[in-house]
């Protein structure tokens, strides 16, 4: 069942099961400053536009469709009271009120799905070992990569890769303008630069000007561990203050030299400082897209932990346009961590979900291996297929009666079962592979 990379979380596929999406449609028309867009189609001679409505429809983007018919009312204004109806912004989840940016062909911003992004970890100056892990972290569903360049003399190997790669490529810079300057002439989908260190306004000047002759856009990433020595140095201001601060003054400079293709981070290895520095920026700027992360959170047990604990919080709020799960491991980890807690929080659905029960003295087959098994041979699925291993009767079909697929343990045997419904006995040793078999039936 597994996908062709270049088929996976289409925009098409994304708008049928993102609450992002969902949760656009429900608003219905939303405000003109707030989608960016204008959706002209008539509901008994009520248009839908600011004007005649005081509201908007949103992106089309975001659903994944254009302006629909009565048909596909969930996504579109297409009734008078839907037209008439009157949303103020104050009804939009925060990324919804972003500016629609586009990374490569992956819109993010504006109502669009949340963006799932990693970063390569090769060594910059071997192509062939940046595209293999694109390749990788592509098949594990990722839509952005993020690519570091250290040095100038990497620039023909950064080339190398975006020219090469399926996936949009983002040129992570520090301390050089010079680099990001070139990045954006040899492919860059996006610049990361970090006000904290890339030499002033004065480099920024130049950066910006390049991202703009390249039509790209630039995240200004700003960490905790490398603030500007000016608001670093203020004691009348919480650190998450000082990092929102520093993103919201650079913002505004990119503004006032005509730059507005923006995206901001603002990251610590502290969870509620993360948090807090998100939630001022989705006050303070509130039309910028933010890619969210907490940063240097550990490797994939205690990372995945802060990360779920503090992106959870931030999603559930409707903040975060992209976001990347930082852990000192294999980059196609992160990504995979990203799409269980998206899925989690029923914003988007890509992989499978394993429900396992945690066993009791009831059990009477190693539970935790076939678990274990099973959850392998998942890996390599790219379907939200619901699948469940039971360790008994008592956690068996009724609790797990949501699963596409499952199975009920006994004495050295299992009850597989479809919906809830039973569909054969099998023993132990034949579990997995039974299991795996029906679900390639689905």
Not at 14 to 43: F, L, M, N
Not at 73 to 91: D, G, K
Request: with cysteine; charged share 20%.
């Amino acid at each position: 069942m597994t996908e062709p990379a270049e088929t996976k979380s289409s925009p098409a596929e994304a708008a049928a099961t993102d609450r992002a999406s969902a949760d656009t449609a429900a608003i219905g028309c939303a405000s003109a400053k707030a989608a960016g867009t204008s959706c002209a189609v008539e509901a008994s001679d009520a248009r839908c536009d600011a004007e005649a409505a005081g509201a908007n429809c949103a992106p089309a983007e975001a659903a994944g469709a254009n302006c629909a018919p009565a048909e596909a009312a969930a996504t579109a204004c297409t009734s008078a009271e839907a037209a008439a109806a009157n949303h103020p912004v104050a009804e939009l989840r925060p990324n919804q009120r972003t500016r629609r940016v586009m990374v490569g062909g992956v819109p993010v911003g504006g109502g669009a799905p949340v963006a799932v992004q990693s970063m390569l970890n090769a060594p910059a100056d071997d192509v062939a070992a940046n595209l293999a892990q694109i390749d990788a972290l592509a098949q594990a569903g990722c839509e952005i990569v993020r690519m570091a360049i250290p040095r100038r003399a990497c620039l023909d190997a950064f080339a190398a890769v975006c020219e090469a790669s399926p996936l949009p490529v983002v040129a992570d810079v520090h301390f050089d303008p010079v680099i990001a300057i070139e990045a954006a002439r040899r492919g860059a989908a996006k610049l990361r630069i970090n006000p904290g260190n890339i030499g002033g306004l004065a480099a920024t000047d130049a950066v910006l000007d390049a991202a703009g002759e390249a039509g790209i856009p630039i995240r200004i990433g700003v960490n905790a561990g490398s603030l500007d020595q000016e608001l670093a140095s203020r004691t009348d201001l919480t650190l998450p203050q000082k990092l929102a601060a520093s993103a919201a003054q650079y913002v505004a400079y990119c503004e006032s030299r005509g730059f507005s293709d923006l995206v901001v981070s603002a990251k610590a290895h502290d969870v509620m400082t993360t948090v807090r520095t998100y939630r001022q920026l989705a006050t303070d700027i509130p039309h910028v897209p933010l890619h969210i992360g907490v940063t240097e959170a550990g490797t994939a047990f205690q990372g995945t932990i802060k990360s779920a604990a503090g992106l959870g919080i931030l999603l559930e709020e409707g903040i975060g346009d992209t976001m990347r799960i930082s852990l000192t491991d294999d980059p196609a980890v992160e990504v995979r961590a990203c799409w269980t807690l998206l899925s989690a929080l029923d914003l988007r659905r890509r992989n499978p979900e394993l429900i396992s029960c945690p066993t009791c003295g009831r059990c009477q087959v190693n539970l935790i291996d076939l678990a274990k098994q099973v959850e392998a041979r998942l890996s390599g699925v790219a379907s939200p297929v619901k699948v469940a291993v039971m360790g008994c009767v008592v956690n068996g079909p009724g609790e797990a009666a949501d699963a596409d697929i499952g199975v009920a343990c006994g004495a050295g045997s299992g009850i597989v079962f479809r919906n809830g419904e039973t569909i054969r006995k099998v023993a132990e040793d034949q579990i997995v592979d039974a299991l795996m078999e029906e679900i390639e039936s689905l």
